[in-house]
């Protein structure tokens, strides 16, 4: 069991379909993190958000669209997903960026995502 | 800029100490060398992290030579369960972002 709780495990959406993936985490982290997983490869980080808001976004394409309602919440919304974007979604907290503190990424099992 | 370098598969005996290297020639001197693991279909697991001395925690030892241009991750006494991918980044959660490079397969056999 992780700390970082990411639903749904398991996700099947058609290329016209609107899902979101949800990522909760409890231990007052205010960093959270969008990594995509291809099979046999390392995660590839996707977004960021920083004390709620967006600090990093890897370039990814406007169908895949992040948002932070609150510190403990994090949503990937997906919107029109092509069969390449099939993966594994994994979702990371920290305790947040400071000048004097280096805490390390807790993880979450992922969502692993077919578009069909 | 550079990530790690690492070996791409290793085997270790069960039972015996694991020693995976890791090549980190431009880390800066801000950033920490951080030791992940990842096994089949779960998440990445935080194992130890440190910045100039060596560490010591309940899953491993970090040695980290004195110009920091490399470091060894330790297991003391590897398991069956110890099988998986260890990733060993450099990093500075100020302003950066923890990059995976391609990691080392450590396969553990009884």
């Known amino acids: 069991d992780t700390e970082v709780t990411q639903t749904p495990k398991h996700l099947v959406m058609g290329m016209t379909n609107k899902k979101s993936l949800k990522c909760e985490q409890h231990?007052?982290?205010?960093?959270m993190y969008w990594y995509k997983q291809k099979a046999k490869k390392p995660p590839e980080l996707m977004f960021v958000y920083s004390y709620e808001k967006l600090s990093i976004n890897e370039s990814v394409p406007s169908r895949f669209s992040p948002e932070c309602p609150n510190s403990s919440l994090l949503n990937l919304h997906l919107h029109a997903l092509q069969p390449e974007d099939s993966a594994l979604y994994l979702c990371a907290s920290s305790q947040g960026p400071s000048r004097t503190n280096n805490s390390p990424l807790h993880f979450g099992n992922g969502t692993r995502l077919t578009v069909t | 800029d550079a990530k790690t370098t690492q070996p791409p598969s290793m085997d270790c005996a069960e039972g015996r100490a694991a020693n995976l290297p890791c090549n980190h020639s431009?880390?800066?001197?801000?950033?920490?060398v951080y030791w992940y693991r990842q096994i089949h279909s779960q998440g990445p697991q935080y194992i130890i992290h440190?910045?100039?001395n060596n560490e010591t925690n309940e899953m491993a030892s970090l040695i980290i030579t004195e110009d920091r241009k490399s470091s060894t991750l330790i297991l003391p006494h590897a398991t069956l369960r110890d099988t998986a991918v260890y990733y060993c980044?450099?990093?500075?959660?100020?302003?950066?972002?923890?990059?995976f490079g391609a990691g080392t397969i450590l396969r553990v056999k009884s």
């Open positions: 231990m007052g982290h205010r960093a």
């Open positions: 431009t880390i800066s001197g801000n950033e920490y």
């Open positions: 980044i450099k990093f500075r959660e100020y302003g950066n972002k923890l990059v």
């Open positions: 440190g910045l100039k």
